[in-house]
């Protein structure tokens, strides 16, 4: 019955998965107590509206400002002078990068000992303590509690920025693997946009509301702890790094459902770590001077530089400003600091469908493209509207136009690349040095850009544009196409470039590899 014929549709089925009920669970409870840590965090502390003193000390400060100033005169008798205030400020919104950086530096190790699922389950510390300190913070009259929680919620999203695509890009089966990858970024921006409306100030972004609104970071992080115990741990993870055949056969048949060959995916991944077992587990320290994976650290680095450096932040921190140097008025610049929240979650999601129609190389092409030249048309604007008013209309629609190109590739894309193009053995650490760039490079941006807009003004978004381009024409000509590729074909890909020869497999059997080998263990650092 079920053998008539010799063709029996069963070409490589582990290359169609589909979107199996525990995979969608999985995928949400992990992105959502994570991801969104991250976009929640970068956007609620500059988005609380501004509000007037009852003092009479004159200048308007957002609302979390005022609150530094009133702590500071109960204790001290007198506020702050306006550059004591900003300095604290600057001191409060750069916390988080920095926390992010030294979360990116611990993620390695984490990862290896405790598994992708068990160190998103322990980054869950790092969210809900920090949420109780800010939501006490105000009844405390300690706004240092803010300062310090913004280096915890720092740490917690540096870890998840790290170890969520390594765990939905281990899990996914690879013809999902673009689409699932970019959920990563989908919820990054669903914790901004959530992040901007619940900072109207009709919400909470008010005096009395503050401290609900800086607690809720702990909702997410409750929920994942709640819910992610239930579901899987990484396959490859179970399989390569603790040998653990069986666990990863059970995780397998959850993941992908019961009409699935999964022998087909085990003898796949059995594949990559016999090739893995000629390199061995690579330190940062090996990473950097190991040959066979010289391009794709360099690649690694270049899309998460480009990814800061292109401007986004720039955006995300200054929005408001901009926004009024452009013609809005500020009281109105909320809501279409929410509108661009929307433009921005929409084409997320596009980009998370198109990518495994499209490719990840024309997405981050195309956005990289779109980016440049709005940052061009955006400094023409700026310089030209005293002259020419209509122009502030053009330099709002450069910045919803940056905001769409950003976010169907320079934003989403890499997350799915970087861990496409290594393998198990170098994950970790090569993550490890993907967090600390994509940290390192966010607080550059969030540093020096107010200065460097003070000393050239709108000539600024120029700089913006010029990394755009050098971006893209690495990407094109470095960078190959990795949409529906096993993570040994992707590695194979690089080789030539790398100018390794890699052996070839047939049924098994591993030839003598060309490539150095390195101990089987080693640290992450």
């Keep these: 019955m079920e053998n008539k014929g010799t063709e029996t549709p069963l070409p490589k089925p582990h290359t169609k998965g589909r979107l199996q009920p525990t995979l969608i669970l999985t995928t949400l409870s992990a992105a959502f107590g994570s991801a969104f840590q991250y976009g929640y965090n970068i956007s609620v502390i500059n988005t609380p509206h501004k509000v007037g003193t009852s003092n009479g000390w004159g200048p308007v400060f957002q609302v979390f400002k005022s609150f530094y100033n009133d702590t500071h005169f109960e204790r001290y008798g007198t506020f702050m002078d306006e550059n004591s205030l900003l300095l604290l400020w600057s001191c409060t919104v750069s916390m988080f990068p920095l926390g992010g950086l030294l979360g990116s530096l611990i993620v390695g190790p984490m990862v290896n000992k405790w598994g992708r699922k068990g160190t998103l389950l322990i980054n869950n510390v790092f969210a809900i303590t920090p949420a109780i300190l800010m939501g006490v913070s105000k009844v405390a009259r300690v706004y240092e509690l803010i300062i310090l929680s913004r280096v915890l919620v720092g740490i917690c999203a540096g870890i998840s920025y790290s170890a969520l695509p390594m765990y939905l890009g281990e899990v996914a089966p690879k ?12 919820f990054v921006i669903i914790g901004v946009l959530l992040a901007q409306i ?28 709640l819910s992610l115990p239930f579901f899987p741990e990484s396959p490859r993870y179970i399989l390569i790094e603790k040998g653990d055949e069986e666990t990863a056969r059970r995780a397998l048949r959850r993941l992908r459902g019961c009409n ?35 391009w794709q650290l360099i690649s690694i680095i270049v899309l998460m530089a480009g990814q800061q450096l292109s401007g986004i932040n720039a955006i995300n921190y200054y929005a408001d400003t901009i926004y009024t140097s452009v013609g809005v008025d500020p009281t109105q610049s909320q ?22 129609r499209l490719g990840r190389r024309i997405l981050l092409l195309s956005g990289y493209g779109i980016c ?17 008013p209509e122009l502030s209309y053009l330099g709002i629609v450069c910045v919803f136009a940056y905001i769409v190109g950003h976010s169907i590739g320079p934003s989403p894309v ?20 993907d967090g600390a760039v994509h940290w390192l490079t966010n607080f550059i941006v969030g540093l ?76 992450s650092f």
């Design 448 to 523: 020096a850009f107010p200065s460097i807009q003070v000393a050239i003004g709108a000539y600024s978004f120029l700089i913006f544009a010029a990394l755009c381009l050098l971006t893209a024409v690495y990407i094109f000509m470095i960078i190959p196409e990795t949409k529906g590729k096993t993570f040994v074909e992707i590695n194979c890909a690089f080789a030539k470039r790398n100018g390794v020869e890699l052996p070839e497999e047939k049924g098994g059997a591993t030839a003598e590899s060309h490539t150095p080998s390195l101990p089987d263990k080693q640290t």
């Design 175 to 186: 013809n999902l693997r673009g689409t699932l990858g970019t959920m990563t970024e989908v």
């Design 335 to 356: 809501y279409v600091t929410v509108g661009s929240g929307v433009i921005n979650l929409v084409m997320t999601i596009v980009s998370a469908v198109a990518v495994e």
């Design 260 to 294: 699935y060959d999964v022998e087909a995916e085990m003898e796949e991944m059995r594949e990559e770590e016999r090739k893995e077992q000629a390199e061995g587990r690579l330190s940062v320290l090996n990473l950097f001077t190991f040959r066979p994976l010289r």
């Design 414 to 433: 890499p997350s799915v690349v970087r861990t496409e193009i290594v393998l198990q053995s170098s994950r970790t650490a090569a993550f490890t040095v």
């Design 198 to 225: 619940f900072s109207l100030q009709a919400i909470l972004g008010n005096t009395t509301g503050w401290p609900i609104l800086l607690a809720l970071t702990g909702v997410p992080a409750l929920i994942q702890l």
């Design 372 to 388: 440049g030249l709005a940052c061009v048309v955006l400094t023409v604007a700026l310089l030209l509207q005293s002259t020419v």
